[in-house]
């Protein structure tokens, strides 16, 4: 079955910085991929997805590139904020599948 | 708005307790989940259902059962609870058609 990797687990960065967020999933035939924020406390609310026929979608400051060929997807924040800090979840799915998701990313903005 | 909710933010409960987590939503989505969140693990499904009376074994449904009698509700039973399934559980609902899902606050439990 699909499998999802996701790494760094825990990635801190100084405020203002980039950070980078990877995912390789295993089934060819994944076709959805989306990200998760969940801050300290709070539900999962999804940020940003990408499907298989576009290699890279923009949202102000985050974005998504998709590799199919390598089989994997990265999440890219811009100008890191400290509101940007939070746990953040992968995932992949194929046609209307349930997700499988990465372990998470513990992201730590320091000031 | 999408609101889902779940019965209780943090439960305690005794080894060999049946434990009931409610998950209710009003968006009248067809589909809804029931996910188990460890440190280091993300977030594993349990069961699912796209339906009402419909449902589907997760990676980990062994020690759950789960129930959708009406379409707003799924609950999720431990028939006898069990220390390791100490963990947060975390419900979402989702429009058939649609990607994103929606997650409750959690349910923090905790099996003695």
């Known amino acids: 079955g699909e499998n999802v990797e996701q790494h760094p687990s825990t990635l801190s960065v100084q405020e203002g910085d980039s950070a980078v967020i990877k995912c390789t999933y295993s089934?060819?035939?994944?076709?959805?991929f989306p990200w998760y924020k969940q801050e300290l406390g709070k539900r999962p609310q999804l940020i940003i997805d990408i499907r298989s026929n576009v290699g890279e979608k923009k949202d102000q400051r985050i974005a998504v590139t998709l590799n199919k060929t390598a089989k994997h997807f990265s999440l890219h924040i811009t100008e890191t904020q400290p509101e940007d800090s939070a746990v953040y979840f992968c995932a992949a799915s194929k046609s209307n599948y349930q997700l499988i998701w990465g372990a998470g990313t513990k992201l730590i903005i320091k000031p | 708005d999408v609101k889902v909710t779940q019965s209780s933010r943090y439960l305690v409960k005794r080894t060999g307790e049946k434990v009931f987590l409610e998950c209710v939503q009003d968006?009248?989505?067809?589909?809804m989940f029931w996910y188990r969140q460890d440190p280091g693990l993300g977030l594993r499904l349990i069961y699912f259902?796209?339906?009402?009376?419909?449902?589907e074994k997760g990676d980990i449904p062994e020690g759950y059962s789960v129930s959708r009698e009406k379409k707003e509700r799924f609950s999720l039973i431990l028939e006898s609870a069990s220390t390791n399934q100490t963990s947060m559980y975390l419900c979402a609902s989702r429009q058939t058609g649609e990607d994103e899902q929606y997650f409750g606050p959690g349910t923090r439990l905790t099996v003695t």
């Open positions: 968006m009248d989505h067809e589909n």
């Open positions: 259902s796209y339906d009402v009376k419909m449902k």
């Open positions: 089934d060819s035939a994944s076709n959805y």
